[in-house]
């Protein structure tokens, strides 16, 4: 079992930055893919960003290329979102889940452990 524990969301006027970590427990963390979703009320799930176990490997959505930049430190067992000139159509929850699939895979079906999730929203 791998326990994940978003935080890092809040309250940021548009152009503005966050940073989002997720803290995992449990399982070797570091063999885990890991993998950033929103969902927006009203809208379905959507991938935003995923790193591979080593982090040599990432993958993002259209929507937040050159914005949001995914990173990992396995030795605090954390990943991080750091999102930059948001939007406010980055406002969603954003949840982090993770996967022994190898790579950076932006399916949610991958993905078997999840957090529940921290809010952003962005005021314009």
């Known amino acids: 079992q791998v326990q994940l524990a978003e935080s890092g969301g809040g309250l940021m006027q548009a152009g503005g930055s966050l940073r989002l970590s997720c803290a995992a427990s449990g399982r070797t963390f570091s063999r885990f893919s890991v993998g950033w979703f929103r969902q927006a009320p009203g809208k379905a799930r959507e991938f935003v960003a995923a790193?591979?176990?080593?982090?040599?490997?990432?993958y993002y959505a259209d929507s937040v290329k050159g914005r949001f930049t995914v990173s990992r430190d396995n030795t605090k067992n954390t990943v991080y979102l750091q999102m930059n000139s948001l939007k406010p159509e980055d406002t969603a929850v954003y949840s982090c889940a993770a996967t022994i699939t190898e790579g950076a895979p932006s399916m949610s079906w991958h993905y078997n452990y999840w957090g529940r999730g921290t809010q952003v929203t962005v005021s314009s």
């Open positions: 790193i591979s176990w080593s982090g040599a490997d990432t």
